[in-house]
């Protein structure tokens, strides 16, 4: 299993990010995906979670109306759209394979390198 995180960057509260995580090494279209951040100091929290074929989405109460999951399983490929940044947002942000099909299924340790996202003025 391999996931690779992109996508982030540094931007003013009010800005958007399109992170974007490429996916090798299994069936894709058989797994949920989870995007999960860890902001300096605390530990690990689900962001958004996405069934295996797209059609059921989840969000933390805290990005929701402001974050868009989404994934593309012709390229192996999962999405977070980020609009209306805040600063709380600012963490490294890693996506993780889930243990099954279900948005709601666990999700396995984050295996990439993530992507950092920083939101300052």
């Known amino acids: 299993v391999q996931l690779v995180e992109s996508g982030g960057g540094s931007v003013q509260p009010g800005g958007s990010l399109r992170l974007s995580c490429a996916a090798s090494?299994?069936?894709?279209?058989?797994?949920?995906m989870t995007w999960v951040r860890q902001a300096p100091g605390k530990g690990p929290e689900w962001v958004s979670r996405?069934?295996?074929?797209?059609?059921?989405?989840e969000y933390v109460s805290s990005v929701k109306g402001r974050f868009s999951v989404s994934r593309d399983n012709a390229r192996n490929a999962l999405y977070l759209q980020m609009d209306s940044l805040k600063p709380e947002d600012t963490a490294v942000y890693y996506c993780?394979?889930?243990?099954?099909?279900?948005?709601?299924?666990?999700?396995?340790?984050?295996r990439g390198q993530g992507t950092q996202v920083t939101v300052s003025s």
């Open positions: 996405i069934s295996h074929r797209g059609y059921y989405k």
């Open positions: 993780a394979k889930n243990t099954g099909p279900a948005s709601y299924s666990n999700y396995e340790p984050p």
């Open positions: 090494g299994f069936t894709f279209e058989n797994y949920g």
